[in-house]
């Protein structure tokens, strides 16, 4: 049988659920079940991660704060959205969330984290990072 996943938000989808649960016990006799207590992040959030940490990017390298300025002696190249998320974001998300994917964090986790790096960001290099991407 494939994996199967099942979003219980209602009476009425509990109740679903809880009827085929009870008849993959009665077919199988074994089942084990796997839950999430929080909504995944969106693709939206996805895309605006991807979106925001480009221009945390553009705004490192206009400010003269390249990868080797920012973290490490021995890096001397500029930002992209990828280094962004992997030697910015990611750690980040890893040290609160305990989750190394960002398609593994919640949707509240992705405020949490852009928070955090924004306000180390001015404290350490005393720049602005951009706002979180909104709807426009």
């Known amino acids: 049988m494939e994996n199967q996943h099942w979003v219980v938000n ?3 989808t ?3 659920f809880i009827r085929f649960a009870t008849d993959q016990y009665d077919q199988h006799g074994y089942v084990t079940w796997k839950w999430n207590v ?3 992040r969106t693709i939206r959030q996805n895309n605006s991660l991807h979106l925001w940490l480009g221009q ?3 705004t490192l390298n206009e400010c003269g704060l390249d990868m080797k300025k920012t973290l ?3 890096y001397e190249i500029p930002w992209t959205m ?3 998320k992997e030697h910015l974001w990611r750690p980040l998300q890893k040290a609160i969330i305990g989750k190394d994917a960002t398609s593994e964090a919640m949707s509240a986790d992705y405020n949490k984290v852009y928070k955090i790096l924004s306000k180390h960001m001015s ?3 005393g720049i ?3 706002e979180w991407p909104h709807n426009d």
């Open 10 to 12: 209602s009476d009425a």
């Open 14 to 16: 509990l109740e679903e």
């Open 38 to 40: 929080a909504k995944q």
């Open 56 to 58: 945390v990017a553009h």
């Open 72 to 74: 490490k002696e021995d």
């Open 82 to 84: 990828e280094t962004a």
């Open 123 to 125: 404290e350490k290099h």
């Open 128 to 130: 602005t990072l951009p």
